[in-house]
């Protein structure tokens, strides 16, 4: 009944270590050039938010505060997912591609709400479209940089 069964030893396999993806508070992101290009974008979008409001036109501050708002959330919460390690941990989702063409839509939304702001408002709206200028360069060359990293398949981290 239990023949030989001192000397069938199941030996267990040794797997390879696998990294695992833990995440982590990383105050260095903030230091690195898509980490100063998403504070540049938060700050722009918070300046021009504030001037926009400050601002006696009607139709325009419709429109900026609807950009404002969806900008600033998604910007603040990409932030966070870089800040926490979110993207690393889940690095099955293609970010660079999303961050993309979220970086796209807001240079073109951006392009047309500045203008309108600039041409419908008094000197505010000479302000906001700075601003929006300002904006404009930080989601593009974010974008570029998402592109770049996206067609050279590189990890989001």
Same mark, same amino acid.
């Given at each position: 009944?239990?023949?030989?069964?001192?000397?069938?030893?199941?030996?267990?396999?040794? /797997?390879?270590?696998?990294?695992?993806?833990?995440?982590?508070?990383?105050?260095?992101?903030?230091?690195?050039?898509?980490?100063?290009?998403?504070?540049?974008?938060?700050?722009?979008?918070?300046?021009? !938010?504030?001037?926009?409001?400050?601002?006696?036109?009607?139709?325009?501050?419709?429109?900026?505060?609807?950009?404002?708002?969806?900008?600033?959330?998604?910007?603040?919460?990409?932030?966070?997912?870089?800040?926490?390690? !979110?993207?690393?941990?889940?690095?099955?989702?293609?970010?660079?591609?999303?961050?993309?063409?979220?970086?796209?839509?807001?240079?073109?939304?951006?392009?047309?709400?500045?203008?309108?702001?600039?041409?419908?408002?008094?000197?505010?709206?000479? /302000?906001?479209?700075?601003?929006?200028?300002?904006?404009?360069?930080?989601?593009? !060359?974010?974008? !570029?940089?998402?592109?770049?990293?996206?067609?050279?398949?590189?990890?989001?981290?």
């Amino acid at each position: 009944m239990f023949d030989n069964y001192g000397q069938n030893h199941a030996q267990a396999e040794t /797997a390879s270590p696998q990294s695992t993806k833990v995440l982590r508070f990383d105050k260095q992101y903030v230091k690195t050039t898509p980490g100063i290009l998403k504070i540049v974008q938060l700050v722009c979008n918070i300046i021009g !938010f504030i001037c926009i409001k400050v601002s006696s036109a009607f139709i325009s501050p419709i429109f900026y505060n609807l950009l404002y708002w969806i900008a600033n959330t998604i910007t603040l919460f990409l932030l966070v997912m870089y800040m926490f390690h !979110f993207v690393e941990k889940y690095d099955h989702l293609p970010w660079y591609k999303l961050e993309f063409f979220y970086c796209c839509a807001v240079v073109l939304t951006y392009i047309g709400t500045s203008i309108f702001a600039a041409t419908l408002a008094e000197s505010v709206g000479y /302000a906001v479209g700075f601003f929006g200028l300002c904006a404009i360069g930080a989601y593009a !060359f974010d974008g !570029f940089l998402k592109y770049r990293g996206w067609k050279r398949g590189l990890p989001p981290q």
